[in-house]
């Protein structure tokens, strides 16, 4: 009997377990941008810190997401004077952008116009003498269709050479 009522109990909480919701990589981005404008209200280095627990706590994040993440540390870390965090999540994001592309294609096209790590980089490599590398960016900014401002700085940067 004590089995019986062992096993009963087993497979009733076995039945009832909850499965953990699982997010599309549209809905985990909603929650990033949601929480990190909240932590901009306290200013750049608040949303920075935000978005480095969110990244330490969500380690498995969609590549997409991580993109987006980085784009905007990138924007947070050189406001905040973190330029090694900054230049960090400017290569992070250039890694994460063909993700970004693919799996969030309308959210991609619609915050495009506002990615700030190419901006932000080139300032960087620019600041540190990397001609080559800020050139780099600007090209790739040029292929996204960014403006004729990548283009303009592009040919800014060679007259420097």
Known sequence: MLAVTALFWHSFFMAARIEP????????LADLVDGHNEALYGGAEKGKKYLLKYS???TSLPNAVKFFLFDLLAEDAYRSDDFETCRTAVDRACD???AAQEETAQRFREYSPSIR???RGIALFLDEGEFE???TLCEQAIGLGLGKVYAAKQASIARMM
């Open 21 to 28: 919701t699982r997010k599309t990589p549209v809905e985990i």
């Open 117 to 119: 790590c190419f901006e």
């Open 133 to 135: 590398q800020a050139l």
């Open 96 to 98: 994460y952008l063909p």
């Open 56 to 58: 330490e706590r969500n």
